[in-house]
């Protein structure tokens, strides 16, 4: 077998105009709904993608936190890759895909940090050990091994123990959508896609896309 012969037909579902929400919110939110009863693996997996200033993309999984009327909410350090990268260019794209399913929806945006009062309300949330880790991890910096870094948490846990406040460094942002996709598998690829595309008033105009 080669690549070329790798292929899925998918047929599980369908998806049609008279199936979906007139709100793309909502919409997810059925379709999340969905996968958690499904129990898809860790269904709040979403594929992050940004953009430096001269074009040059980059992607990695991220976990959504929350998700409203507002739009898509994850935590990050802001020095990071991505964190930079968002500073100059807060244009970005999620990708959720629930391979069990045969669906994906694509999710596009621009982005801003989220309140100080939310990023210290999830940080305190969080496992003990994970706190530690943000406060010793300068994320995506080189550092020469991992037992330093090792090293670096054990510091913090000894020095701070369970009296951890959160760095200033570390914090949540949110994606505000202007574009959905919602993408069905079907046989022979002819797959169904549906767009929503955010008008000037807030209105989301509704499109099939040919596969």
Known sequence: MT??????????A???????DADPITQFSIWFQEALDANMPEPNTMTLSTAN??????????LVKE???????????????KGNELARNPQAALLFYWIGMERQVRIEGRVEKVSVEESENYFNSRPLSSRHGAIASEQSEIISSRAQLDLRVEKIAANFGENVTRPLHWGGYRLVPDYFEFWQGRSSRLHD???????????????RLQP
């Open 3 to 12: 690549l070329a012969d790798l292929r899925t037909d998918y047929q599980l």
């Open 14 to 20: 369908s998806l049609s105009e008279d199936q979906i």
């Open 53 to 62: 200033t001269s074009g040059r993309p980059s992607s990695r999984i991220v």
């Open 67 to 81: 998700f409203d009327q507002r739009g898509f909410s994850w935590f990050t350090h802001y020095t990071s890759r």
């Open 193 to 207: 896609r549906i767009a929503y595309s955010k008008n000037a008033d807030g209105s989301w105009l509704q499109s």
